[in-house]
């Protein structure tokens, strides 16, 4: 009988769409910008119109070919899947640079990639003629079985086969990484509330955000009915997500959702970073990885380093339940030892449920409504 009911956000809860729309517009921002890498093939402007941010998405992700690839290997996180595209992209234009200067190449894949770096590749750059190729991203990812992390790092082999570098500059605890994921938060955030999340304002300033256009999976007053109905069967409620603090309360707050999970086991990505900061060697802990489930299932009282020690997997899985719409959920769930229901509201929609047959997910839900009856 299950005690514990862990929830993901983004597929579950809240849509994901602007997420990816964020997501798509860093890495725009970041190969077209003059404060990034600056190609000429594109203007770049902090505050595109709809049609823009579509037409963006679409090229960016290949029409979401890029998304749903790196998803069912494993990667959860909207700024890992900004790092890999952003990387892949700037691996492409390195390898063009390095048919005339070589050396320069070498020398900036053999140390971080900062933004002095980016500023150091914007001046090689100028003059070369090099034009996006998108698609190959998956083509690319595709000759090798990496799945989670090992993909970020599957980068480094990928610089190695064009640009003849070996490197291992291409990880999670990367100052790149590190620049994506606030540069995604300048997108999300926008300029008023990005201080909040990365202690800085801005660099590109202008940017709306996209915190106030929060679409609901479903109708908000029916998610509270279920939760309620949850709550009053004494069920404890908690939250596992990919989204930092901000981002998951303000909304779900606004909502009228946020009162009924247990707020000691509201775990979120502000979370998941602090803990990398405090145990660097254990990064990454993002999904895949079980963290933000083991610490929403114990409690953020729990002090870490028993999170760590927890023996998987646990021996009373039948008692917790985690909810979500992805494979890195289904993973990180398998990794506890626990059940799993999926729900058909994420990227892929109904497209999704072969999938969840073939991993053999516990449940498989059209949409969170349909927990109450698998209870």
């Not at 597929?11 to 990816?20: A, C, I, M, P």
Request: proline letters at 3%; aromatic letters at 10%; one cysteine or more.
């Amino acid at each position: 009988m299950f005690r514990t009911i862990l929830f993901d956000v983004d597929g579950v809860l809240l849509s994901e769409e602007r997420y990816f729309d964020a997501s798509a517009l860093t890495v725009w921002e970041m190969l077209y910008s003059q404060n990034y890498t600056g190609l000429t093939t594109e203007a770049f402007e902090p505050a595109p119109e709809e049609a823009i941010i579509r037409r963006v998405r679409a090229e960016v992700f290949d029409n979401d070919n890029v998304l749903n690839f790196v998803k069912t290997r494993g990667i959860n996180a909207n700024w890992d899947m900004v790092y890999l595209t952003y990387s892949y992209h700037l691996i492409a234009l390195l390898a063009k640079v390095a048919e005339t200067n070589s050396a320069a190449v070498k020398e900036i894949l053999t140390a971080q990639i900062n933004r002095d770096a980016i500023n150091r590749i914007r001046e090689l750059a100028a003059g070369v003629a090099f034009e996006i190729d998108y698609a190959a991203f998956v083509t690319d990812f595709e000759k090798s079985t990496a799945e989670k992390q090992g993909l970020l790092l599957y980068l480094n082999d990928i610089a190695q086969e064009k640009t003849g570098v070996t490197t291992d500059v291409f990880s999670r605890n990367s100052e790149l990484w590190d620049l994506c994921q606030e540069t995604f938060q300048e997108w999300y955030l926008g300029d008023r509330l990005v201080v909040d999340s990365i202690g800085r304002e801005a660099f590109q300033k202008g940017k709306k955000g996209f915190l106030d256009d929060e679409i609901p999976i479903v109708e908000p007053a029916q998610m509270a009915e279920v939760l309620a109905e949850l709550k009053k069967r004494g069920y404890t409620l908690g939250i596992g997500t990919g989204r930092p603090r901000i981002e998951t309360v303000e909304p779900l707050k606004a909502m009228g959702l946020l009162q009924y999970f247990d707020e000691n086991r509201v775990v979120t990505a502000s979370d998941v970073l602090d803990a990398e900061k405090r145990y660097p060697e254990r990064a990454p802990l993002a999904k895949p990885q079980p963290y933000c489930y083991i610490k929403g299932m114990l409690g953020m009282e729990c002090d870490d380093a028993d999170c760590f020690a927890l023996a998987l997997p646990i021996e009373n899985g039948d008692e917790v339940l985690v909810v979500g719409d992805s494979v890195a959920d289904y993973m990180a769930a398998r990794s506890i030892g626990c059940k799993f229901a999926a729900t058909l509201t994420g990227l892929s929609g109904q497209e999704a449920r072969a999938k969840f047959e073939e991993l053999k997910a516990d449940y498989i839900l059209d949409d969170m409504r349909g927990i109450l009856t698998i209870l």
